[in-house]
């Protein structure tokens, strides 16, 4: 079983910045995580997704938040981040962390089929 807890979230103004983290504990996931995010109404949309090998690492981001979100992981803390800047009243949503047991190619990374574990979620709020 992995646990996954969100935090960060909050009601920010429009270009403000904010540093959303999901900390992952229980059982042993792989290296590749996602975050996606889900306004009222909508479909869930993966927003970035990042694989840390041995080696090297991939992400993908979609194309709605490239140059202004940065996915990072913290292998040490077992730990996700997203920074996300230059914010806009149209990110708000709740945002949701996501893990899997799997390694996952960057193409698939926004893909919420590409995952088994999801976290609560953690609300982002944008004011213009």
């Known amino acids: 079983q992995v646990q996954l807890v969100e935090s960060g979230g909050g009601s920010v103004q429009a270009g403000g910045s904010l540093r959303l983290s999901c900390a992952a504990s229980g059982h042993a996931v792989s290296s590749c995580m996602g975050w996606f995010r889900q306004a009222p109404g909508k479909e869930r949309e993966g927003v970035a997704g990042i694989c840390v090998g041995v080696r090297n690492s991939w992400t993908n981001y979609a194309d709605s938040v490239k140059g202004r979100f940065t996915i990072s992981h913290d292998n040490t803390q077992n730990t996700l981040y997203l920074q996300i800047n230059s914010l806009k009243p149209e990110d708000t949503a709740m945002y949701y962390c996501?893990?899997?047991?799997?390694?996952?190619?960057?193409?698939?990374?926004?893909?919420?089929?590409?995952?088994?574990?999801w976290g609560q979620g953690t609300q982002v709020t944008v004011s213009s």
């Open positions: 996501a893990a899997s047991t799997s390694t996952i190619g960057a193409p698939s990374l926004l893909s919420t089929a590409s995952y088994g574990y």
